[in-house]
């Protein structure tokens, strides 16, 4: 299969590479990789500035089909044909102090898909079932992709912080979990302020204003422009498709029958570059 591989430490030494295929251990689910988004620590393994273990299947975002289900493995809501997402989390070793209390991140002896484990940006992943969730009816595939970065915006707006309702929230930074930080605090009923410098403007009109119906007003301040979301905002914060809209890097695996068709995306090859080529 072709997957994306960080094939040695340093900048660049990233490629487009055929490798073996993973096989379906016992209590894991092999998927049929749809969608990818790349996330900045896929940008940091570009340019070298992340320890990664090589040579490494880069991607942690990911949504797809399930293509086999292990030995042992019963699920009432997974079979083949299924559409899923994923957790990131290759092994846990469900004993220690930190994942007893479910601060899976913390497990000293964690492997991540993508990082420390063979990862997403490829036509299959194998990934323990526990890690593996089906999609609902009203959430896509592409929307799918990104229930990781929203889980990070969830756990800082809702777990992580006081009720909100009410409230007005600033968030500096209108990147991709940014944006999905805004999208949680305007759900729970804050009054959202979204600063960033004049080089996001253009970019939040692109992709909030033409995809999503939303009018944002700029405003020239001290930290630079700032947009506040119109009430229109409230129809896209309860659509889960819209979520798919907020990254600026999504890599699109189209499924054709089973099998993913690359043809729409160009990498350089190991033998030609040292460095990937933008699709």
């Known amino acids: 299969?072709?997957?994306?591989?960080?094939?040695?430490?340093?900048?660049?030494?990233?490629?487009?590479?055929?490798?073996?295929?993973?096989?379906?251990?016992?209590?894991?689910?092999?998927?049929?990789?749809?969608?990818?988004?790349?996330?900045?620590?896929?940008?940091?393994?570009?340019?070298?500035?992340?320890?990664?273990?090589?040579?490494?299947?880069?991607?942690?975002?990911?949504?797809?089909?399930?293509?086999?289900?292990?030995?042992?493995?019963?699920?009432?809501?997974?079979?083949?044909?299924?559409?899923?997402?994923?957790?990131?989390?290759?092994?846990?070793?469900?004993?220690?102090?930190?994942?007893?209390?479910?601060?899976?991140?913390?497990?000293?002896?964690?492997?991540?898909?993508?990082?420390?484990?063979?990862?997403?940006?490829?036509?299959?992943?194998?990934?323990?079932?526990?890690?593996?969730?089906?999609?609902?009816?009203?959430?896509?595939?592409?929307?799918?992709?990104?229930?990781?970065?929203?889980?990070?915006?969830?756990?800082?707006?809702?777990e992580q912080s006081p009720s909100l309702a009410g409230q007005v929230v600033v968030v500096i930074g209108p990147g991709a979990i940014g944006q999905l930080c805004a999208q949680v605090a305007h759900a729970v009923g804050a009054t959202v302020v979204l600063v960033g410098r004049s080089r996001h403007l253009e970019t939040l009109r692109r992709l909030l204003i033409s995809a999503s119906r939303i009018s944002l007003t700029a405003r020239p301040g001290t930290f630079g422009p700032w947009w506040m979301p119109s009430p229109k905002a409230t129809a896209l914060i309860r659509s889960s498709s819209a979520a798919a809209q907020m990254t600026c890097s999504i890599l699109r695996f189209r499924c054709c029958a089973g099998a993913v068709d690359w043809s729409r995306w160009h990498f350089a090859d190991r033998r030609e570059s040292r460095s990937t080529t933008s699709g």
Not at 78 to 99: I, K, N, S
């Open 1 to 158: 299969m072709r997957a994306l591989v960080k094939y040695e430490s340093g900048p660049g030494n990233v490629a487009l590479c055929e490798i073996a295929s993973p096989a379906t251990q016992p209590g894991h689910v092999l998927i049929d990789v749809a969608y990818g988004a790349v996330c900045g620590t896929d940008r940091l393994a570009v340019e070298g500035g992340h320890d990664f273990h090589v040579p490494r299947t880069l991607g942690h975002e990911a949504s797809g089909v399930v293509a086999a289900l292990g030995a042992g493995l019963r699920r009432d809501d997974l079979q083949v044909g299924t559409r899923v997402t994923v957790e990131t989390d290759a092994y846990l070793c469900m004993r220690c102090e930190y994942c007893l209390r479910e601060e899976y991140n913390r497990c000293p002896s964690r492997r991540g898909i993508g990082t420390t484990a063979d990862g997403a940006l490829a036509e299959q992943l194998s990934i323990p079932e526990r890690a593996v969730h089906a999609l609902p009816d009203s959430v896509g595939l592409l929307a799918g992709a990104l229930t990781e970065p929203l889980a990070i915006a969830v756990h800082a707006v809702i």
